[in-house]
T-cell receptor
Framework: AQSVTQPDIHITVSEGASLELRCNYSYGATPYLFWYVQSPGQGLQLLLKYFSGDTLVQGIKGFEAEFKRSQSSFNLRKPSVHWSDAAEYFCAVGPWDSGNTPLVFGKGTRLSVIA | DAGITQSPRHKVTETGTPVTLRCHQTENHRYMYWYRQDPGHGLRLIHYSYGVKDTDKGEVSDGYSVSRSKTEDFLLTLESATSSQTSVYFC??????????FGQGTRLTVV
């Protein structure tokens, strides 16, 4: 069965510091991989996605993620965090070859940013 | 932003009462989903639809039913609300997994 693991429940970083959020997945077929961000009281916004090609994917708001098939990982990175990046981040996996199967989400990582 | 409207946005209801949440889309997307979000659990799929009158169960479907009589509307019904169904409910739409769009959520409190 497909699953997504985000090992870090809560991360605190200083403004201007670099960030890496971890995501590991288990999936029987070639997956789509996603990162979503949720600000307090808001819905989910897609940051970036990967399904083929270059394993380093650029997203919105200066985020990037790297797909590593050998490690079943899709970690999210940002070189310099801004206070407005404080939010909850979700990694998700979906099927590459079917629109019918819904996404499976990790439990999320809450990011706090301190001055 | 994709045209997804969830209603109501907030609701407080009593245990044992029926509750219906509505998801309305203006994008004519084929697939619609209901998720619930709870602290420590992320988003979990309740039910989803792959066309008018075509629905299927998700991971946490017990106590919930859905209906989709029109492309644009996907209703989630709690037949007899329980405190364990206090949660934030999100609707999502897509034509393919790579393009899923989420609504703003409905915060439901069962007292």
């Amino acid at each position: 069965a497909q699953s997504v693991t985000q090992p870090d429940i809560h991360i605190t970083v200083s403004e201007g510091a670099s960030l890496e959020l971890r995501c590991n997945y288990s999936y029987g077929a070639t997956p789509y991989l996603f990162w979503y961000v949720q600000s307090p009281g808001q819905g989910l916004q897609l940051l970036l996605k990967y399904f083929s090609g270059d394993t380093l994917v650029q997203g919105i708001k200066g985020f990037e993620a790297e797909f590593k098939r050998s490690q079943s990982s899709f970690n999210l990175r940002k070189p310099s965090v801004h206070w407005s990046d404080a939010a909850e981040y979700f990694c998700a996996v979906g099927p590459w070859d079917s629109g019918n199967t819904p996404l499976v989400f990790g439990k999320g990582t809450r990011l706090s940013v301190i001055a | 932003d994709a045209g997804i409207t969830q209603s109501p946005r907030h609701k407080v209801t009593e245990t044992g009462t029926p509750v219906t949440l509505r998801c309305h889309q203006t994008e004519n997307h084929r697939y619609m989903y209901w998720y619930r979000q709870d602290p420590g659990h992320g988003l979990r799929l309740i039910h989803y639809s792959y066309g008018v009158k075509d629905t299927d169960k998700g991971e946490v479907s017990d106590g919930y039913s859905v209906s989709r009589s029109k492309t644009e509307d996907f209703l989630l019904t709690l037949e007899s609300a329980t405190s364990s169904q206090t949660s934030v409910y999100f609707c999502a739409i897509s034509e393919e997994p790579a393009k899923a769009f989420f609504g703003q959520g409905t915060r439901l409190t069962v007292v």
